[in-house]
């Protein structure tokens, strides 16, 4: 079992910027790819980021790219995901997951979430 925990929510300008992180209990962290996921009120929760076992790969969903970056430090069993140029459309609950292999579609482990809220 692998537990995750977000940090580094918090308020913020339009604009401006937050990293969150991820922090994981499991001292296998790097046999797990890594993922980061949003949930804005009244709709689904939708991908946002992933990274590979060995931080080598990394996706972005579009409306993300060029302003978010996911790293990881397997020494550390952390996950960051570096948010800039926040817009409102960013305001929602982030949720960091956990899977085994980086060509599955299905996360394994998810944390409990972290507050982003972006005001115009």
């Known amino acids: 079992q692998v537990q995750l925990v977000e940090s580094g929510g918090g308020l913020v300008q339009a604009e401006g910027s937050l990293r969150l992180s991820c922090a994981a209990s499991?001292?296998?962290?790097?046999?797990?790819?890594m993922g980061w996921f949003r949930q804005a009120p009244g709709q689904e929760r939708g991908f946002v980021a992933e990274i590979s076992r060995s931080g080598a790969y990394v996706e972005y969903a579009d409306s993300v790219k060029g302003r978010f970056t996911i790293s990881r430090d397997n020494a550390k069993n952390t996950m960051y995901l570096q948010m800039n140029n926040l817009k409102p459309e960013d305001t929602a609950v982030y949720y960091c997951?956990?899977?085994?292999?980086?060509?599955?579609?299905?996360?394994?482990?998810w944390g409990q979430g972290t507050q982003v809220t972006v005001s115009s």
């Open positions: 499991e001292r296998t962290f790097s046999n797990y790819a």
């Open positions: 997951a956990a899977k085994p292999l980086w060509s599955s579609k299905e996360y394994t482990y």
